[in-house]
C-alpha cells in the first residue's frame, strides 16, 4: 500500500513543482514587463521551464540594440536584472528562486561558446593527460563549462574563491 501511494505521489510532486515553476515564471514576467515599461523599451516576454527552474526570456521585437542596455558589458546587467527578479518572485512566494534570465539571446549566446569551450578543454586535458585550468568565471558560466566536460567523458571541479573561481578539467 505504501508503495502505491509513493508512486501515485511522485506524479503529483512533479505537477506542483511545475506548477510553482511556471508561477515563478509569470511572477518575473510580470515583473519584467513594468521594467520594460518604465525604461521604454520594447521587448517579448518567453517563459518556459528548463529541467528545474523557471527561465525567462526578454527578445527583441525589432531591433536588439536597445536591449543590449539590459545586458551590459559582459552581462553584467543582465546578472543584476535576474538576482532583482529573483528577489521580486521571492518578495510574491516567499520561496527562494533560482530563475534565469535571457536578454536578447545573450545567456544562449555565451551558452554555446561555453560549451565549446568545455568540449576542448576535455579534449585538451584527455590528449595531454594534463589538467586544463580556465579563466575565472561567474557560476552560470562554470556551471555550462561542468555539464560540457561530464558529456565529454571527464570530470571537473572548481577551485579558488569568487569572483577568481575557475574550472579546472582533470584528465
Known amino acids: 500500500m505504501t508503495e502505491t501511494?509513493?508512486?501515485?505521489?511522485?506524479?503529483?510532486?512533479?505537477?506542483?513543482?511545475?506548477?510553482r515553476l511556471e508561477q515563478e515564471g509569470e511572477i518575473a514576467a510580470d515583473y519584467l514587463e513594468g521594467l520594460l515599461d518604465i525604461a521604454d523599451l520594447d521587448g517579448d516576454i518567453d517563459m518556459d521551464v528548463e529541467g528545474d527552474r523557471a527561465a525567462v526570456s526578454i527578445i527583441a521585437d525589432g531591433s536588439a540594440r536597445?536591449?543590449?542596455?539590459?545586458?551590459?558589458?559582459?552581462?553584467?546587467?543582465?546578472?543584476?536584472?535576474?538576482?532583482?527578479?529573483?528577489?521580486?518572485?521571492?518578495?510574491?512566494?516567499?520561496?527562494?528562486?533560482?530563475?534565469?534570465?535571457?536578454?536578447a539571446g545573450h545567456r544562449a549566446h555565451k551558452?554555446?561558446?561555453?560549451?565549446?569551450?568545455?568540449?576542448?578543454?576535455?579534449?585538451?586535458?584527455?590528449?595531454?593527460?594534463?589538467p586544463v585550468k580556465l579563466k575565472p568565471m561567474t557560476p552560470f558560466e562554470r556551471k555550462v563549462v561542468h555539464d560540457a566536460v561530464a558529456a565529454a567523458g571527464l570530470r571537473s571541479e572548481s577551485e579558488g574563491e569568487e569572483p577568481q573561481r575557475r574550472v579546472v578539467v582533470l584528465p
Open 5 to 19: 501511494t509513493s508512486a501515485a505521489a511522485a506524479p503529483a510532486e512533479v505537477t506542483d513543482a511545475l506548477t
Open 66 to 103: 536597445d536591449l543590449q542596455k539590459l545586458v551590459g558589458r559582459d552581462g553584467e546587467v543582465l546578472e543584476a536584472l535576474q538576482e532583482l527578479t529573483r528577489l521580486a518572485v521571492h518578495r510574491e512566494t516567499g520561496e527562494r528562486s533560482r530563475l534565469m534570465l535571457d536578454i
Open 111 to 130: 551558452r554555446e561558446k561555453l560549451t565549446a569551450l568545455g568540449t576542448e578543454a576535455a579534449r585538451e586535458a584527455k590528449e595531454t593527460g594534463e
